[in-house]
């Protein structure tokens, strides 16, 4: 099949699935991306149409994220969490669907604004690339120690990248002794699922059920839908004031050109930011919304291109997290040695392969969320059990590991995920700090230890 056909096929496929993924409240980006991408490389699909499944799939699932978090006011994911202030506050004066259009507006614009800034930065930072590939062993290290600090768990996340090395590289050796070669693939889908396999391991337990158990159901109350435009697509430049789309696109330039720092972290930065400028509540609220939403969206696609073109290595949240597989998913794609879209696409080529991802799923997750966002989210709430979502991607997770090294893998998987879990949900050793760990943790041991 043509390359720009299978591309445009996944990237619809990437669409649909994460438009209906991004209404499931709580649904992490890395533990929902990370597998499914990696189906998608294993199958052999072509670099460009990874590509183009991959970004559409963010822009999908950072649309519709906006759905509970504006409606219900529920964190999407992660990255929603800093926007439930506002969005509690739109819900409180009866305008929750207000909030809704001016997220999914500004996420629309900050992604179509990020892919050519950061495509540029990031060939300017090429130039770079072989040192930060010759030193990636170190550079992990301080990535580790650097995103540690500036975790919830700080001295903690410090004080355990030793000892943690010395778990995956324990793991390591002894998969290595029984397969005859070492796992790569089975340790970051354990990091991945690590903090939703936790919960369901405390809800297994007696003595820690009643940390997480509810003694009653959550009520919400749904606003109804009011439509102020004729036809199916929306312009998004009318949803926003002159105003909004000005700052949401100085904002998104401005993220565009970070790659080191949390996507959460630069939503929260920005929002208060701006917020502090605008005076009048709902003014603040609305605004805020449309600039937190968009630079969740340009933050993630940088994040995603500098790394991938400039170096080839993982050196961003999110490139160590959601786009873990476009950069190591072995045998096909490696980091030692870079062998992954780095070396396999040209610069142009993320370009073009990157609209179609974005393009494919503004026209799905866009009008879709504008026109049906009340009625999907009640059909979600009524119909769809999270539990069962979860249990599908812990299957998804086994079939990978079992695909990598049989049975080995997915004990090595389920191990990973029980350490990484635990030491994040008690400990607040991020996910971040987990993935440096792993890919620092051969120099970490060899030149700490000298083993």
Known sequence: ?????????????????????????????????????????????PPEAVFAFFMSAVLAKHLTHAIPTALMGVPGDTTAAPMLEHANFMRRIGLPHIALRKMISGGIIGAFI???????????????GTFFQDNAGIIFTLAAVLIGYVSKGRWVSILLIVPLALIIQGLNLVSTSILGSGLSISFFLGIAIGPMLTDILLATSRSARPNIERTKKNEYKLAPEQKSWSGYFPNPFKVLTKKQTAVVGGTSFLSSLTFALSPVGMTSLMGEIVGSRVKGQYKKSTTSLATMNAVTESTYVAETLIPLIAFGIPLSPVAIGPAQALFNAPPVYTTEPVHNLHTLMAPMDFFIYGLIGLIVASIIAYPFSMNYARKATVLVLKRINQEAIIAMFIGIVCLLAFYEGGLVAVFVTFAMAMVGGMLNRFLGVGVGVQFMVFYGSSWIISTLLGL
């Not at 993924?21 to 709580?26: M, V």
């Not at 990020?114 to 770079?128: D, N």
Request: net charge negative; charged share 5%; no cysteine.
């Open 1 to 45: 099949m043509n390359v720009l056909l299978l591309a445009i096929l996944l990237a619809i496929v990437a669409g649909v699935i994460f438009t209906l993924i991004g209404l499931i409240s709580g649904s992490d980006e890395t533990a929902v991306m990370v597998p499914a991408t990696l189906i998608v490389v294993l199958l052999g699909a």
């Open 114 to 128: 990020a892919l050519p800034i950061a495509l540029l930065f990031a060939v300017f930072l090429s130039q770079f």
